[in-house]
Every structure is written in structure tokens, then in C-alpha cells.
């Protein structure tokens, strides 16, 4: 495997907004040539156009069976759950089983080749690429949709309009003395703020950390952390006073429960919506999330198949989990690398 590039989504994020049709064309473009980047390291060894017309030809006739592994990602989880779903119609003989372990933690068992998929909503660190070139994996990475990063607060929350990504700083960083809301703005209530946030073996944690304190990781220590969005949102959900971070999926599922806090990232207050996300303007909490494909796992016709299928369908099972699709080009892109093994 040759090296990875380290080309990075957040660049663009942090650029001035000239305007919207700027903006959706330069990250349409960054996003593909990063997309490029990646899956160009991991060279293939030529594909059959016959093989793989058979596969498809398997899974439509209920003949192809076996099992597919992923695990990772709890953000990327409700599209790989909606696809899994979806296969199963067409290949009902093979068993897809997808856990949530975070990012890092399906990293863990991809590199220890325990898994076939890994979700991931950041990219892969250098050190793991590092480590599975030392381990003889090659692999693709599949950007499969858009997300944004949601802040949100209890819906009895009547003092907070808007965050900029200062305040969020302020509130999150290493040796944060952030323990009351007025000490975010002297004018809110002097009453304990409670925050959630993923665990740090989230890729959603590596990501907010990275775009509002500069480093990946970098984050105070004393909030509840969960790798399950879920838990997030009920902690949420039954505390006034609390605040908190996940994927913009889980807070369009529960948006009835929760308050979203439009950011403002140096060009006025944002709220996180699919036209936001996708144009950039919400910045620089919206970023692509991925698959990675352990390419020795489409010697198995089910995985090539399942593969397939999640690239044909990633944009629309996306957007009715609350994800946000990617423009088709993107889409074509991983067709035609995957079609080279």
C-alpha cells in the first residue's frame, strides 16, 4: 500500500465564503480529489466486468449467500443499518451484521482484520494507515454521505440563540473553567452547564475537537461521554441546563426532544439543515463520513455485492436517515476504483 495523502476536508471549512455556488463547487472539488487521493494509494490488481455483472446477477436471484462484517461509527451506523436492510431484500442468503464501537474502535478490529467494513466519520490517522500497510491490508475509503456536526441543548433552554466558535471553544477546551452558563455570557443564568458529547474513540469527537479547538482530541475531560448518540440525546433530553454534540441524524430523529444552537462560524448564525451541510455555509461543523473496505474481502461475491449495493444506494437511504447526499459524481468515482479489483 502506498502512502496516504493527508489532504484535509477541514481546510476548506475554515476558508472564507465568497458565496454559496463557490463554496458547493470548491468542496464538491476538494472533496472529490481527496476521495481521488485516497483510494489512488491503494492500487487494485484489474477487475472482470463479466464476475461482477455475475455477482449482481447472484444477489437478484437470492442465490449469493455468506456474511458481511462492519462495525465503527455510531454517526455512519444508520446508513449502513439502512442499507444492511435494504440487501437483505435483495440477498436475503447473506447474513450483514453492523456494530457501533466508534470510529477508533472499528479502526481496532479493521486493522486486526476481524472486520470486512470499518464506519468511520473521519478519515483514517496516519498511524493506522501506518499500521496497516505494516499488517498487508489494502483499502478503500468510500465517502458515502455529508454530515453535521448538531450542538444542542434541552428544549427548555430559552437563553441560548447562537454559539460562535469561540464560545465553543471556550466551553470545550483542555482546562476549560467553563462550569456555569454565565460564564459563557454574563446575561445567562448562573446555574451548572451539563455537557455530552461522544467518547474518544469517536471520529465525530476527533472531528468537533479538531474544528473548534485545532487539535484532534484536545477536549476537556469532565463531560458524559458515550459512544451510543443515543444515550447522548436522552442525557440530553432530561436536563435543562445541558449541552451537548452528535451527528445532525440523531437530532433530526429527535428533534421533538432536543433544541439545535445555530453556530456561527465568523459569518453570522448557522443552523445545521441539508442545504447548509451541503453548500458549506455551515461551517466547520459539516464534513463527509466513509466506509472502508478491507479489499481482500472482495474475493468474497457477497462483499463485492453488498459493496455494490451500498454505493448505488448511500445517497438515497442518506437522506431518509438525515444525512445529506453527495453529488453523483463522488458516487461514480468509487464505482470505478472498486470496479478495478
Do not use: H
Not at 12 to 19: F, H, K, S
Not at 81 to 107: H, K
Not at 300 to 321: K, Q, T, W
Amino acid at each position: 500500500m502506498r502512502a496516504i495523502s493527508n489532504l484535509s476536508i477541514l481546510t476548506l471549512r475554515n476558508r472564507p465564503l465568497m458565496n454559496t455556488s463557490t463554496t458547493l463547487n470548491s468542496l464538491k472539488a476538494l472533496t472529490l480529489l481527496v476521495v481521488t487521493g485516497f483510494i489512488a494509494g491503494c492500487g487494485g490488481s484489474g477487475g472482470d466486468s463479466s464476475a461482477d455483472a455475475g455477482t449482481a446477477a447472484s444477489a437478484g436471484d437470492g442465490a449469493l449467500q455468506g456474511a458481511v462484517t462492519l462495525d465503527g461509527s455510531s454517526t455512519v451506523y444508520p446508513i449502513s443499518e439502512a442499507v444492511a436492510e435494504e440487501f437483505l431484500a435483495v440477498a436475503p442468503r447473506v447474513r450483514v451484521t453492523v456494530g457501533v464501537s466508534g470510529t477508533g474502535g472499528g479502526f481496532k478490529k479493521f486493522l486486526a482484520q476481524e472486520i470486512d467494513i470499518n464506519d468511520a466519520s473521519r478519515t483514517i490517522k496516519e498511524s493506522e494507515s501506518m499500521e496497516a500497510e505494516a499488517n498487508g491490508i489494502e483499502y478503500l475509503e468510500i465517502p458515502v454521505a455529508f454530515d453535521g456536526l448538531s450542538i444542542v441543548v434541552n428544549p427548555q433552554n430559552d437563553w441560548v440563540d447562537s454559539l460562535t466558535v469561540a464560545e465553543l471553544q471556550k466551553i470545550w477546551q483542555p482546562g476549560s473553567t467553563v462550569d456555569s452558563w454565565d460564564d459563557i455570557r454574563p446575561d445567562w443564568p448562573s446555574a451548572p452547564i451539563r455537557l455530552y458529547g461522544p467518547g474518544t474513540d469517536s471520529g465525530t469527537f476527533d472531528y468537533f475537537t479538531e474544528a473548534v479547538n485545532g487539535e484532534s482530541g484536545a477536549s476537556r475531560p469532565d463531560y458524559t461521554a458515550s459512544e451510543d448518540d443515543n444515550v447522548l440525546v436522552q442525557g440530553i433530553a432530561g436536563d435543562e441546563y445541558a449541552l451537548g454534540f452528535f451527528g445532525f441524524a440523531y437530532y433530526v430523529e429527535n428533534q421533538d426532544k432536543l433544541k439545535v444552537v445555530p453556530v456561527d462560524g465568523g459569518n453570522g448564525p448557522v443552523v445545521p439543515t441539508a442545504t447548509t451541510i451541503n453548500d458549506g455555509t455551515y461551517s466547520p461543523l459539516s464534513r463527509p463520513i466513509f466506509i472502508y473496505l478491507n479489499t481482500a474481502s472482495l474475493a468474497r461475491p457477497e462483499v463485492r455485492a453488498f459493496v455494490d449495493f451500498y454505493i448505488d444506494n448511500a445517497g438515497a437511504l442518506a437522506s431518509e436517515v438525515g444525512y445529506i447526499e453527495l453529488p453523483e459524481e463522488m458516487y461514480e468515482a468509487s464505482r470505478e476504483k472498486l470496479a478495478a479489483f
